[in-house]
């Protein structure tokens, strides 16, 4: 019998030589090389197994397929635990971090940011992974098995469920939802794909989008999770989501998330006003011993932008409708979420 139960019977008593197992090998179209023997004492058992080829062959079959689903759920729940891993590194490191502006240029601060920086740029890593899980093999699984994973810190056991609750609410706007009205000519300045490199047919256009769209995502679960960073290190609710922005803007070279991250941290708590507004403009102010945080609210991005120009300080910063897009669904994971889990 070959690996996929293909049986040659063999009558009673017959020699099991090498030449007899050739026979049987060449006889079979399989690649496995493997044969399987089966030996029956009497014809009774012969007669109870020779009718049944076809079933053999299903039941093996279905096991294949079990096998290669119970792989697949494994591979899945490993990129969920390597994503909650890195979100628990990110979580014990940021527990620490409370560092005033005057320590900063204290060795041992300036290292501790500098090692939270590469735990979320892991975080960042395998929170790809996650996101291509979920929305490449369309696999919900990934993000629920995230939300199973369990923290030591309360408030970062929430980052995680608001980080997978805003990712699902955001994802199922779509990539044609999501950028539908951003001009092809700004999404490939998003991309940072200079001009001679832009191509507008439909196909290249859908395929930006979704890139962009994976990107999105990911700094939002990222987001969602640091959001409450600022409650990480001292419970008072009071100022937590500046605490939390100085957190984040303190930790060196983040480079591309830097903005998202700190739109996220700082406006996440912002959901009415969010609502109401096209357009924010915030800003860092520093002196020696202290950094505060302002942000004012505008009913339009245009209206944000007209006072924009009169800002001064380099700080500054116009969140527009596109980047409140990425604050907008961890502010309502956020105000739904610390409502139902009180
Ligand atoms: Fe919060
Ligand atoms: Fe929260």
Redesign the pocket.
Known sequence: MNATGDALMAPANSALTYRALEFFRERSDEDDPRIRLLLYETTEEIRECSGTPEEEESERAAQTVQQRASRAARDVASKANEVAAAAKNVQSIGIGLHAKPADRSRSEVKAMFKEMERALRQLKGNTQIAIDEYLGNQNPLVLDLIKEYDLDLD?AR??LH?ACFATELAAHLTAEGYFGKVAPDDLYERAGVDESGRVYTPEALESLRERLFRTELVEIFMGGFL??AG?WSNAIYEG?AERGALVVSEIPELHEIAEALLDIVYL??DLEALSQSGGVIWSRNETDDKVTFEKDFYPSEGAAEEFMLLRTEATARLVGEESLHRVLPVAI??FF??STEG
């Open positions: 408030a929430h980052g608001v959001h409450d409650l937590h996440h708590d994971a956020e979420l610390t």
